[in-house]
Nanobody, 115 residues
Framework: QVQLVESGGGLVQAGGSLRLSCAASGIRFSINTMGWYRQAPGKQRELVATITSGGYTNYRDSVKGRFTISRDNAKNTVYLQMNSLKPEDTAVYYC?????????WGQGTQVSVSS
């Protein structure tokens, strides 16, 4: 059974930091591309960042220089370090895992940034 369990969300003031974690089980974590997506109320889910099995990273423009995605294959965990948070970063953040034939999602964790 595949499980992606996010943690680390919460309420923070603008300019603050949070670190999200996603613990995976039931997948071959080391070969999967892992990612973080977010969905704000009334908006479509959007890509935040991805990291491939080889460590190549990709970010949406609005988070470049503020967010850092990383992975620990020994712990089957992917992280999202979020610094200099802005109110527009408020959303439910979802962990994503994919390979050539499967896509999996976590249940999401709420991140709220107050101004």
């Amino acid at each position: 059974q595949v499980q992606l369990v996010e943690s680390g969300g919460g309420l923070v003031q603008a300019g603050g930091s949070l670190r999200l974690s996603c613990a995976a089980s039931g997948i071959r974590f080391s070969i999967n591309t892992m990612g973080w997506y977010r969905q704000a109320p009334g908006k479509q889910r959007e890509l935040v960042a991805t990291i491939t099995s080889g460590g190549y990273t990709n970010y949406r423009d609005s988070v470049k220089g503020r967010f850092t995605i990383s992975r620990d294959n020994a712990k089957n965990t992917v992280y999202l370090q979020m610094n200099s948070l802005k109110p527009e970063d408020t959303a439910v953040y979802y962990c994503n895992s994919r390979n050539f034939n499967s896509v999996y999602w976590g249940q999401g964790t709420q991140v709220s940034v107050s101004s």
